[in-house]
């Protein structure tokens, strides 16, 4: 079915439907002031967190970096910003339009800062959340998605898996086009296929078949005895250590007047990328020289 609808459903309606479903996310939010947190040692481990070099510790901290840097977003992101170009008649590339520029940096910019921060908000809420009721009562090893639901039953009561279902699902289906299409915007561009989910299904064969592909073997990997659980950690793990090349090379492309035209970094922009693209290697580097501690 999300196969179908991204085939032959123009993605901006199809999320514009979907992404009301993630509403269900902020039960996360309620619940945290229910439980009672004590907010004076969240915001001390907050700003003065306790540090350790273990391999766990440090693997934690990768996978941290991999949910919030995600290599498959850098695909994405650029695809779906050629994808709004060409369904705008007005627009054009910023290289051969320059004076379009300042309205388009700042639509990108305020797209990113708000998606990012309620990503964020909601990523933290979630981590108090089951912090305050799994982890509180000795929870420490979750390995299904009805005990992570557990940590919303204070205050969703006998709807806690309802509630945490919608989430589920609004959430996986937004994420589906996002994993699956930016395997094949990668693979596409890289083998120079016509790519685009505006693009109809009879002129981008290739690429809707990838999409197609990469679904499938994420629905077998349902029938697997695999923990899913423990595959999402070690997905994000794998993507802060996949992130940091890429990231090395994107700094690189970003500041090449060759590639960028007038629209290379900053010297700011450049300085917060690279300490971001350090920060990544410094935990992944620990992470491994670690390994088994």
């Known amino acids: 079915m999300s196969v179908l609808a991204e085939v032959f459903i123009r993605y901006s309606r199809y999320a514009a439907v979907l992404r009301w479903l993630t509403l269900s996310l902020f039960a996360y939010v309620a619940t945290v002031f229910v439980v009672g947190v004590p907010w004076l040692q969240v915001a001390r481990e907050m700003v003065l967190p306790r540090l350790s070099g273990s391999g766990a510790y440090l693997t934690t901290v990768v996978a941290v970096f991999g949910t919030t840097i995600s290599p498959y977003l850098f695909f994405w992101q650029a695809g779906q910003e050629v994808e709004d170009e060409k369904e705008d008649p007005a627009s054009r590339p910023l290289r051969s339009a320059p004076e379009q520029a300042p309205t388009q940096m700042k639509r990108m910019q305020l797209d990113t800062v708000v998606g990012m921060g309620f990503s964020n908000i909601i990523a933290l809420f979630i981590m108090l959340t089951t912090a305050a009721t799994l982890h509180a009562h000795g929870v420490t090893n979750i390995e299904t998605s009805s005990q992570a639901a557990d940590a919303l039953r204070p205050i969703a009561g006998h709807f806690t898996f309802t509630v945490f279902a919608l989430g589920i699902i609004g959430t996986g289906l937004l994420a589906l086009p996002v994993l ?50 423990k595959a999402l950690f070690w997905s994000a793990v794998v993507n802060g250590v996949t992130a940091v090349p890429l990231m090395v090379m994107i700094m690189f492309m970003a500041k090449s007047r060759k590639i960028m035209g007038q629209f290379t970094l900053s010297r700011s922009l450049a300085t917060l990328g690279w300490l971001s693209t350090a920060a990544m290697a410094a935990a992944a580097f620990g992470m491994v020289a670690t390994w088994g501690d």
């Open 180 to 229: 699956a299409g930016s395997a094949a915007y990668a693979v596409g561009e890289a083998l120079a296929w016509r790519v685009g989910l505006t693009q109809r299904p009879g002129r981008a064969r290739a690429f809707y078949l990838a999409i197609a592909a990469a679904t499938f073997i994420g629905t077998l990997m349902n029938f697997t005895p695999l923990d899913p659980i």
